[in-house]
């Protein structure tokens, strides 16, 4: 299957010391932003979010890491996870997952692609942690963490090691801090995961802005969006493009 108005390139890169390759969707034009897919996979509500980046004025940079296209599944791609535990570690708490090592390097290629200074990411789900690690990046200039969900256990845990969290404190010492949601009754997402951030990253400053969204809920940006005007997802998209527009623009 492929995208309608998408276009699709394959993009290999080292995993843990092997090669990896998954497919990327491409739509879009302006600075670049690469939305990772949630645990769902990408069906209709990531399609519509990345429309909306587009609408905005961003290029849409789309990998495809798990699952099959075009259709909703968490058993299924949960399972998936399971089978690439090469690449995933999404029970590891003080280490991510190898596969940030790949999305660096797509990170890189897709600002090299573009001719843009940098990019900007944004990690959602079993990959929100990833945008935490990834805001270390040169390439990497605007990251935003919506319900972080990796680790799985313990929730207090963060999907980075020491080393991971004293590289990104440094960039974002020097860029300014960066975006994480959440709903404030998610449990996928609760709150002893947006107080183990504070911890690593806000002890003498704010370099994680931490926005939290009343309500029951999980998925801030997609499938519990509400496109209404005074919404308070509506709001925290609001905040994510003007986020970006400082930082890419």
Not at 95 to 124: H, Q
């Amino acid at each position: 299957m492929t995208l309608e108005g998408f276009t699709q390139r394959s993009f290999e890169a080292p995993v843990a010391g092997r090669p990896v390759r998954h497919d990327v969707y491409a739509r879009g034009e302006g600075p670049p932003v690469v939305v990772l897919q949630e645990l769902p996979g990408i069906e209709a509500v990531t399609l519509a979010f990345a429309d909306r980046l587009v609408r905005a004025g961003y290029h849409v940079e789309l990998p495809h890491l798990f699952g099959p296209l075009g259709r909703y599944s968490v058993a299924g791609n949960l399972a998936r996870a399971f089978c690439m535990r090469e690449e995933l570690a999404i029970f590891s708490a003080r280490r991510s997952s190898p596969l940030v090592e790949w999305l660096r390097a797509l990170c890189r290629d897709v600002a090299a692609r573009t001719g843009a200074p940098g990019v900007g990411v944004i990690g959602m789900c079993l990959t929100g942690n990833f945008a935490l690690s990834l805001i270390a990046d040169d390439a990497v200039l605007a990251a935003v963490a919506s319900q972080p969900s990796t680790p799985i256990a313990p929730q207090a845990g963060l999907h980075m090691s020491d080393a991971e969290i004293a590289a990104s404190r440094a960039a974002l010492d020097a860029r300014g801090p960066m975006l994480a949601l959440r709903f404030e009754r998610d449990q996928m997402c609760g709150r002893a995961r947006f107080d183990a951030i504070e911890r690593a990253f806000n002890d003498d400053r704010e370099r994680v802005r931490l926005v939290t969204i009343p309500g029951a809920g999980h998925a801030v940006l997609t499938h519990h969006f509400v496109d209404r005007e005074g919404h308070p997802t509506r709001e925290a998209l609001d905040t994510v493009l003007a986020y970006f527009a400082e930082r890419l623009r």
